[in-house]
Structure formats: structure tokens, C-alpha cells
């Protein structure tokens, strides 16, 4: 019995793709909006606006770099490294941020589980953009067959 080393990807179904994309819309108008009626100064709402910007991009990228890794994709160290810091680098200065910040606790577990919900969700937009893209191209790539007619 000879066993197949192709990769299977099953894309995710439309309900998902949906509930990803809502929880992503849901997480960061949800931060956009508590950070806009927020009783804080124009330079810490830039703080917060760039520490969300931040998290997006990192977790993207990292979670990009890693199935790529995962693919036999080339990347870089440098690159993967830089990912892995970007991400913990925007956690972290979220964490400082609101620990220092002259919010109510309410408040600051609001932003926080907004920011999270956000990463969570950009993380699994990306991703079902991926599985999807890799099983097109799996349908456009097989060979096709045409029966002959006599």
C-alpha cells in the first residue's frame, strides 16, 4: 500500500470564514470605538491606535511566516524573528500601557479583550484566506481528464 505524501486542505467553510471575519470587524471597531469616547489624551489614543496597528500586522506576518515554514517556504530567520518579537513587543506594551493608564479596571479589560479578540481574529482571517487560496490552487493544478468519444 503506497501512502501519499500530498497535503490534504480541506477550506473552511463559509460559516467560519464569516464568523472570522465578524469577530475581526466586531474586535477592532469595538477598540476603535472604546478608544474614540475614551476620557484620554490625543497621544495616548495614538499610543493605542498604533499598539492595535502593531498587534494586526505581527500577528499576520507571523502567522504567515510559520505556514510558509510549514510549506517548505524559505523564511528568513531574521524575518521569523522579527515577527515573534513584533507580536510579544505589541502585547507587551498593550499590557504596560493599560497598567499604567488612569482607567477604570472595567475599562482596561475592555480594551484588553478587544485587543485579543482582534489578534485571535486576524490570526484565523489569514489563515482561512490561505486554506482557501491553497484549495483553489489545488483545483486549478489537477490534471484534467477527458473521456474519449467514438
Not at 478587544?114 to 490561505?130: C, E, G, Y
Amino acid at each position: 500500500m503506497e501512502i501519499s505524501t500530498q497535503k490534504i486542505t480541506n477550506a473552511p467553510t463559509k460559516a467560519f470564514r464569516i464568523a472570522a471575519v465578524a469577530a475581526l470587524i466586531i474586535g477592532v471597531a469595538s477598540y476603535l470605538i472604546g478608544l474614540f469616547n475614551a476620557y484620554m489624551q490625543l497621544n495616548e489614543k495614538g499610543y493605542y491606535l498604533t499598539v492595535m496597528l502593531l498587534g494586526l500586522f505581527a500577528v499576520v506576518s507571523l502567522q504567515k511566516t510559520i505556514r510558509d515554514k510549514m510549506a517548505g517556504i524559505e523564511v528568513t530567520r531574521a524575518y521569523f524573528i522579527a515577527c515573534g518579537v513584533a507580536t510579544v513587543a505589541a502585547i507587551a506594551l498593550l499590557i504596560v500601557g493599560l497598567y499604567n493608564a488612569e482607567l477604570a479596571l472595567s475599562e482596561k479589560g475592555f480594551f484588553g479583550m478587544a485587543f485579543v479578540l482582534s489578534m485571535f481574529a486576524a490570526i484565523t482571517v489569514q489563515k482561512n484566506v490561505r486554506d482557501c487560496a491553497e484549495v483553489l490552487s489545488n483545483k486549478t493544478t489537477a490534471p484534467v481528464t477527458h473521456s474519449q468519444d467514438s
